[in-house]
Structure formats: C-alpha cells, structure tokens
C-alpha cells in the first residue's frame, strides 16, 4: 500500500486522466482506420486543411473538422492557419512505420479491438466461461498481428547483433522456430531477413494460423518457411532449431506450471548451441508487484541453455 496519501482532488484527477487517454486511444485509432493521418501524411510539410482532407478520402467535412478538432487538441496533430493540419513531431514514425522499434499504431488499434472483451466480462465473471478469439470480431486477429510488428525488427537489428556468433549461424544457413506465430508477420520477416535459414510457425489458434499462412504465402517466400499447427509441448523433435523465439506467447499459457512445461520444451528442441529468445508480459502473483508496476514491463529477453 502506498504511504502518501492522495486526495479527493488526486483521485479524481487521476481518474479524469483515464477517461482522457481513453478518447485518445480512439481517436488516433479512427485515424489510422479511416486513412486520416496517413492523408496528412502525404500532405508533407505543405499541411492539408481540413476542406482538403474531405475532398481527398471523399469524406463528410463536417466529420473530418471533429476528427481533426479532436486530434489535435489531444495532440497528435499540429495545426497553421495558413497551412492547416501536419502530423505532430515523431507521430508519423510512431504511427504509421510498423518497422519502427517504437511503432504504435498496431498497438492503439488491438487495445481498442478490446471493447468487446471488456463489454462482455461482467457476463463471464459470473458463467466463468472462455470467449475464444474465432468468435471475436476478425479484425481483433489482424490487430494482434500489427501490434507486435516492431518486436520482431528489434530481434534481427538490435539483440541479435549483440550476439555475433548466433547472426553469423543464422546467415550462413540455420534453423528457427517462432513459437505462437500469430499473424505470420514474423515469420515471413525472418524469412526475408536470413535468406539461408529454413523459418517454422507455430500456432495454436485457428484464426491466427489462418492470418499468418496467408500473410506468409503473400510474401512470396518459396519454400523456405512453414507454418504449422500446433503445441510446443508435443512437439516430437529434439535439438533441430538453433533460435527459438517466443513473443508475448508465455502469458497465454495462464499458470506457471504450464509456463515452466512450454519453457522444457524450447530447451529440448534448441540444438546443443542453440538458444532461445523470449518477450513476455509477465502477470504478477503477488499484489506488491502490481502496486509498483512491475506488471507492466515486459522481459527484455533470456538465453535457455542446454543442461
């Protein structure tokens, strides 16, 4: 428990903060559906008025001028009155680059593809139930996939460089396994990134193993990639991959002894050199760790070794 002690006013202002940031989230969402930032995008440096804007994506003016209003008192968006609109500094990189370390547009449209799951939790607390995510809204899926677009770029042109030898393996001819593959994207990024290393997908949700075959087969990579169905824990092959990768994949195994299951099972797969990469969103077990926001980091990353 914290020992300052807030008050009314810091409650609500905290509180009020909320309810801000939530209107943000959808208004830079219905931007980057509806084309709008990218729009202003193109525009450059000369900016774009909101009469133009309409004009060019065949829009109702006066939905464009609440759009725009709103974006930029949030904002995301400069505004001269000579010019009209430009994207605000770093925005265009934030939002709209998916090969950007520090992309955000894919994550702003899968926390609000969310709603349905908060609409709907009163109802399972009390039935328990599981809602899986073929009964979702499609583009759920599609947003999932986007919002973990940057991770795998910081994998091959960050962390990986940092470990020489396991490049030089990958781009001389090697063997990886993306655990929980989701749309595909990684995959197929793999694929383009190490030309001589054979890339295998696995997935465990049907709609997400549908998106990622298709994500990969539009992405003309021969025969250097597969996309599989299934659990890693029954997976009969042993010491075949020399990377393993798991992105946001641990969390969704839901108790740690599963987790410690899925982890045995990526050392027994690596090769003798091999080794393991993995991102998560660890959930805390125990209150203090949710107090001081340790619930919100995610694992930069960890090597699993061969015992």
Not at 141 to 159: G, M, Q, R, S, W
Request: aromatic fraction near 10%; charge should be negative; include cysteine.
């Amino acid at each position: 428990m914290s020992t300052e002690v807030s008050t009314k006013q810091d409650q609500w202002q905290q509180l009020f903060g909320y309810l801000l940031g939530n209107q943000a989230a959808w208004i830079a969402d219905i931007g980057l559906k509806a084309g709008l930032f990218r729009a202003i995008a193109d525009a450059g440096e000369e900016g774009i008025t909101e009469e133009a804007l309409a004009r060019r994506l065949d829009y109702k003016l006066r939905y464009v001028q609440v759009w725009c209003r709103g974006a930029y008192a949030f904002e995301l968006l400069d505004w001269d009155e000579r010019a009209g609109y430009q994207l605000a500094p770093h925005m265009e990189s934030l939002l709209l680059e998916p090969t950007d370390p520090q992309f955000l547009g894919g994550r702003i449209q899968f926390y609000t593809a969310l709603y349905e799951d908060y609409r709907a939790f009163p109802q399972y607390l009390r039935t328990g139930g599981v809602w899986p995510r073929s009964a979702h809204d499609p583009f759920l899926i599609e947003a999932l996939k986007n919002t973990t677009k940057p991770d795998c770029v910081v994998l091959t042109e960050h962390v990986l460089p940092q470990a020489p030898q396991m490049l030089a393996r990958l781009e001389r001819g090697g063997k990886m396994l993306d655990i929980g593959a989701g749309g595909g994207y990684h995959v197929a990024h793999y694929a383009k990134r190490f030309p001589n290393t054979q890339v295998v997908g696995l997935e465990f949700d049907g709609p997400s193993l549908e998106l990622a075959r298709q994500t990969v087969a539009e992405a003309g990579l021969g025969e250097r990639f597969e996309i599989r169905y299934g659990d890693t824990n029954q997976l009969d092959e042993e010491e075949v991959y020399d990377l393993i990768t798991m992105n946001i994949v641990l969390h969704e195994t839901g108790v740690q002894r599963s987790t410690r299951m899925s982890s045995r099972a990526c050392v027994a797969l690596s090769s003798p050199m091999g080794r393991c990469w993995c991102r998560s969103c660890p959930t805390p077990t125990r209150r203090a760790s949710t107090a001081t926001g340790q619930c919100t980091e995610c694992w930069p990353g960890c090597n699993l070794t061969r015992r």
